[in-house]
């Protein structure tokens, strides 16, 4: 039944993305109605650069397709580990390239945070790759999955710093208005 549900959704997902290619392109070729533009398809484009280049138009696209690569990999490789992992590694770096090049959000903090997570992911799965068969020292493999858990740490530790400068700022914004 799961398998029935992955698949069902998978393929809902693949229908819906032309979908909003659709919408964005039309919103972003109407370049007199971008007021009406924003204020409709708010979900399509928060935060966003969107007038400002393709990366930053079409992001939340690129990550819904991101996520359809994901899951179809997940989904059909899944006797496939190695296959997965190099696949995965692909589209992480990839991505990674399009954030750097593209600067999709219009928050350069937004940006550098999204860069590093991306990168943290890269590690991440590199990491998993040479945990596999192929390392055979058990030495090797132990300080492996302890720097796979030090990546993890480090990810946590930076979002939390992040998230702390975030409530400073909008507390101090909050406090000058009172």
Not at 9 to 32: C, D
Not at 77 to 82: A, E, M, Q, T
Request: aromatic letters at 12%; one cysteine or more.
């Amino acid at each position: 039944m799961s398998s029935i549900l992955s698949i069902a959704l998978l393929f809902l997902s693949l229908v819906t993305l032309p979908i909003i290619w659709i919408l964005i392109k039309r919103g972003i070729s109407q370049g007199s109605n971008r007021e009406e533009f924003t204020k409709n398809y708010r979900a399509l484009i928060a935060h966003q650069r969107v007038f400002s280049g393709i990366v930053g138009g079409y992001w939340k696209l690129l990550t819904l397709i991101r996520w359809t690569l994901t899951a179809i990999i997940l989904i059909f490789l899944r006797d496939y580990n190695s296959f997965q992992l190099i696949t995965l590694l692909i589209i992480s770096v990839i991505y990674s390239c399009l954030l750097i090049a593209g600067k999709p959000f219009k928050n350069n903090l937004k940006n550098k945070v999204y860069i590093f997570t991306e990168c943290i992911v890269s590690i991440y799965l590199y990491i998993l790759m040479c945990l596999t068969d192929f390392m055979g020292e058990i030495s090797i493999r132990e300080l492996l999955a302890l720097g796979l858990l030090a990546a993890i740490g480090l990810t946590i530790l930076v979002n939390f710093v992040v998230m702390g400068k975030i409530a400073i700022q909008k507390f101090k914004k909050w406090r000058r208005k009172r």
